[in-house]
């Protein structure tokens, strides 16, 4: 049977010859149309061309170049499909890309890709980190492509590629990246990969917070201030005292760590005696020093009128003035 008895929906085939969305193999179905009238074979299987086969006629006709709509040069490739190899066919109508990109014309998902797509694998094969990254990957869809071409090189790898589901996680991932790679200069990018790959992409931020717990924080306002007498106010200098702070006090300081290592809070803990009161937290006044934003005992309940006055009285000494929350519940100044 020849192509032109094929039924009704083979006649869809004869379409344009330029690369539009059209047909039911979309832009390139215009040129199946052309190959089949040069080749009896490929005619009669054109309605269930498998997708390796597909693939590999796309990627031929993508680095045609403009050769692939010269009618005589389209024919020659025609007459070589089922006589050639495809690896002989692509190095003689793709000459100047690399002939194993051949290889992955079974990896393909999907229906014929965009032209632009192919000739991203192109450029990414050329690549070595990526290269690498797309050998291994038992099924290549045109996400993976954008991925990997997002990401730095040294960081497509392919358990990172693996948990990268949607644009949102790629972009959150991307700035994560470099926020990490900025902070942490005692890392080089296989550590930072490392732990990246053992981290929850969809919670990227935590991963991220991991690393800033390592760096020091801001010189305190003051030092620790006590009355002599066993109560202390202590501030709170590093990430690991700032957890165990909130784990003993049964509160969410902990989640203000981006604040403290930017000087937005200083956390103090403030005990009598080794006995456990509260946490204070001043914040900066522009041109006026620092403030007294938050007073709060364990678990967020109030303080009380002397331990309050306790603390509000050491941090005076030191020019520290209390926001009217400090004062009272049933007040508020925002610092922020």
């Known amino acids: 049977m020849t192509f032109h008895e094929e039924s009704g929906a083979a006649c869809a085939l004869h379409a344009h010859a330029t690369p539009v969305r059209s047909g039911i193999y979309g832009w ?18 054109i309605l269930r061309l498998c997708r390796t086969e597909l693939h590999f006629v796309a990627l031929c006709i993508t680095f045609m170049g403009e050769r692939r709509d010269d ?23 793709a000459p100047e890309m690399d002939v194993r990109l051949v290889r992955f014309a079974g990896k393909l998902g999907g229906r014929p890709w965009r032209i632009s797509s192919y000739q991203r694998l192109a450029v990414l094969f050329a690549e070595p ?5 797309l050998r291994h990957m038992p099924h290549i869809t045109r996400w993976h492509l954008i991925a990997l071409a997002r990401l730095p090189a040294h960081y497509r790898k392919l358990g990172l590629i693996r948990k990268l589901k949607s644009r ?33 992409t969809r919670y990227v931020r935590q991963w991220v917070e991991a690393h800033y717990e390592r760096l020091p924080f801001p010189q305190a306002p003051t030092g620790a201030l006590t009355d002599g007498q066993g109560v202390v106010l202590r ?10 702070t909130a784990r003993e006090f049964d509160n969410c300081v902990d989640n ?21 009161i509260a946490v204070a937290e001043l914040k900066p006044v522009p041109g006026a020093g620092w403030a ?19 603390l509000l009285g050491l941090f005076y000494e030191q020019g520290i003035l209390p926001a009217p929350q400090a004062l009272s519940n049933f007040a508020w100044f925002d610092i922020d």
Request: net charge positive.
């Open 235 to 244: 501030p709170v200098n590093t990430a690991s005292d700032l957890i165990r």
């Open 292 to 310: 007294i934003n938050d007073i709060l005992g364990p678990k967020n309940t109030p303080l009380s009128g002397v331990d309050r006055q306790k």
């Open 168 to 200: 949102r996680e790629l972009s959150c991932t991307l700035f994560a990246i470099h926020v990490v790679r900025r902070i942490r200069t005692d890392l080089n990018d296989r550590q930072i990969i490392a732990s990246l790959e053992k981290a929850d």
């Open 129 to 133: 980190h990526a290269r690498k990254t």
């Open 28 to 45: 390139l179905t215009p040129y199946l149309a052309q190959i089949a009238e040069h080749n009896a074979g490929f005619a009669e299987r």
């Open 256 to 276: 203000y760590l981006w604040e403290a290592i930017t000087a937005r809070s200083y956390f103090y803990r403030f005990e009598n005696n080794m006995r456990r």
């Open 71 to 93: 009618a005589d040069h389209l024919a020659a490739f025609a007459s070589g499909i089922d006589r050639r190899t495809r690896k002989a066919l692509f190095a003689e109508f």
